[in-house]
């Protein structure tokens, strides 16, 4: 089983250190050093364990308030595709490898051991879920002079598999080492899939719910998924809320954690930059509001008058937000436009409460990311309370199990 991720597009050359013989597809070997390609090329290493590419300026976290470039280090197969904007860098890697690293990339290596063989059940899962179901993700968007309704399917790339960015499962190839911990629950979980009545699952999952998980449909197309409904991110749920009460309130939790020694023994260092996920809270101008539309939406509503939002999932999440300024007003979906529209970067969540103070207007919100599927910070804290991954899987996907 392998996969191939997209790891950069759009270079007019790829410069590549190699570390042991590669060949191309004629056999001309290519022995370590440093290279410089401007044209399509297929380079395998003549041994899977002990060759290995580095690239430099890799770019992560693409967009996001994080974004950075680095020099990374891969196995496996280097594959150049040229396409009209340049040349796309591929790189061809074993199932169970590309998991391995995931998990190093996406977790730190001291996590709790039951959270890193959830991890890796899901992110094998959530993998090969398109390959089993082929094509239904569907991009959409609906598009009139006063609404804009667009969410991203995982056709964007036709190319390759996944890419190596957040957009799919951040990879980092050998970058780091393989912490023994992420190799182990690799090795625990060996070709372990999330099934629902057999079929694989797909596995999504997000930073923080925010206390409560969020539905498929809020997302993406208008679909129920269902083991991807909202479920309270706790042991049990003592009253109900509203929306607006939710959002304002601070409810007890899993993903509700300020346990630093966790949260830094899960994230990997960089994320540690982020700290008041489970609720946060920014303040615009109506000037610099108007401003984000126009550059974001590339629509001129005047100095903004109102935020008003429409519809919410369960968690909280609005999908649907009006924003009317004193020229004009526009509807804006799902939640990572929403997300997408209201930061320079991306707002942590679209689940938050607008109230005008002092002439600006305050978003307070809740999560971080779409909140669908499992919530990273909330099964770090139910593994560390001695919770099993499959207790953990079934708690965020209700009614699956876990099976080769
Ligand atoms: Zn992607
Ligand atoms: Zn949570």
């Excluded at 590419?53 to 470039?69: P, S, T």
């Amino acid at each position: 089983m392998n996969v191939s991720v997209g790891l950069t597009e759009r270079q007019s050359a790829v410069e590549v250190d190699l570390t042991g013989t590669f060949t191309d597809a004629s056999g001309k070997p290519y022995t370590s050093g440093r290279y410089r390609f401007t044209s399509e090329v297929t380079l395998t290493p003549s041994d899977l364990a002990s060759c290995a590419f580095a690239l430099d300026e890799v770019a992560i976290g693409i967009g996001f308030h994080w974004e950075r470039k680095e020099r990374q280090v891969f196995r496996g197969a280097l594959r150049l595709v040229k396409r009209e904007a340049g040349l796309t860098v591929i790189n061809d890697v074993s199932l169970e490898e590309y998991v391995t690293s995931v998990i190093s990339s996406e977790m730190s290596a001291s996590c709790p051991l039951e959270l890193l063989k959830a991890h890796a059940v899901i992110s094998r899962s959530w993998l090969w879920f398109p390959k089993a179901n082929p094509a239904p993700f569907k991009r959409g968007q609906r598009l009139n002079s006063h609404e804009i309704l667009r969410w991203y399917g995982r056709e964007a790339h036709p190319d390759f598999d996944v890419c190596a960015d957040d957009h799919c499962q951040r990879y980092q190839g050998i970058t780091k080492l393989f912490s023994p911990g992420a190799a182990e629950a690799v090795r625990a979980t060996a070709g372990e899939f999330l099934r629902y009545h057999g079929a694989i699952c797909d596995a999504r999952f997000s930073k923080c719910c925010g206390g409560m998980t969020e539905r498929y449909a809020t997302a993406w197309e208008d679909q129920d998924i269902p083991y991807l409904r909202s479920v309270y991110d706790g042991p049990a749920q003592s009253r109900a809320y509203s929306p607006e009460t939710w959002i304002r309130s601070n409810p007890p939790a899993y993903c509700n954690t300020d346990d630093s020694e966790l949260l830094s023994r899960v994230l990997p260092g960089f994320d540690q930059e982020t700290r008041d996920f489970f609720r946060w809270k920014v303040a615009y101008t109506p000037e610099e509001l108007a401003d984000l539309i126009r550059s974001r939406l590339a629509v001129d509503l005047g100095p903004i008058r109102e935020v008003q939002p429409l519809a919410r999932g369960p968690s909280g999440r609005i999908y649907r937000l009006k924003i009317t300024g004193e020229r004009d007003h526009v509807t804006v979906g799902k939640e990572l436009e929403i997300r997408r529209a209201l930061s320079r970067t991306h707002l942590y969540s679209s689940a938050f409460v607008v109230d005008k103070e002092s002439g600006r207007f305050v978003l307070r919100g809740a999560g971080w990311g779409h909140g669908v599927g499992l919530c990273q910070i909330g099964a770090a804290v139910m593994a560390n309370e001695g919770k099993t991954y499959t207790d953990i899987l079934q708690h965020y996907y209700r009614g699956t199990a876990v099976s080769v």
